[in-house]
């Protein structure tokens, strides 16, 4: 006599691997979301630094035309994604020749600190998150809601916060 013995997995099988993989999506997912933010807090840093580079590029280029920067502090001089009206004291725009040199989003925000005609440090706001350079900003401080490019910004001249006024802009105008 010949039994014909179906094979295949039973349903407490089936139901010990979904359990299974339950916990280990329990356990891995909120590392994976760490690592997204980790690596979105890199990213707005390093185009901070894209930005200093291109702010310290138009400083030269303007000393070389006997031009200077003319705001000094924390400057706003990208506002969504555009150049703001901040100038050189010849009349050029500042944020006009730094996106010839990096291409800022739509929502992008960049403020640029001048001290003495050198460039002290560069913050921006990219939507949730914020970047500068030379100091970077970690992700507790990459992702405060308060936080804004000009802030940013004193974060990455090693100064506190509140430097750079309230994201305004000194010098403006």
């Known amino acids: 006599m010949k039994t014909n013995k179906v094979k295949g997995f039973t349903l407490v099988e089936l139901i010990v691997v979904i359990a299974i993989i339950g916990v280990l999506a329990a356990i891995l997912v909120p590392s994976m979301l760490g690592y997204v933010k980790k690596s979105k807090v890199s990213a707005a840093n390093s185009e901070a630094k894209t930005f200093y ?15 200077s920067w003319a705001p000094t502090g924390a400057t706003a001089v990208i506002t969504n994604g555009a150049a703001a009206n901040v ?3 010849k009349g050029t725009n500042i944020g006009t020749r730094m996106l010839e040199y ?19 440090a560069v913050g921006i706001k ?10 970077a900003l970690t992700n507790d401080q990459s992702t405060l809601a308060t936080q804004t490019a000009a802030t940013a910004c004193a974060i990455g001249a ?16």
């Open 87 to 89: 100038t050189s004291t």
């Open 126 to 135: 990219d939507g949730t998150y914020c970047g500068a350079h030379p100091q």
């Open 53 to 67: 580079d291109a702010a310290a590029t138009v400083l030269t280029e303007l000393d070389s035309v006997g031009d």
């Open 102 to 120: 990096g291409k800022a989003k739509t929502g992008m925000d960049v403020a640029v600190q001048v001290d003495a005609m050198a460039i002290v």
């Open 158 to 173: 090693g100064t506190t916060a509140a430097a750079g006024g309230n994201g305004g802009g000194n010098g403006n105008g």
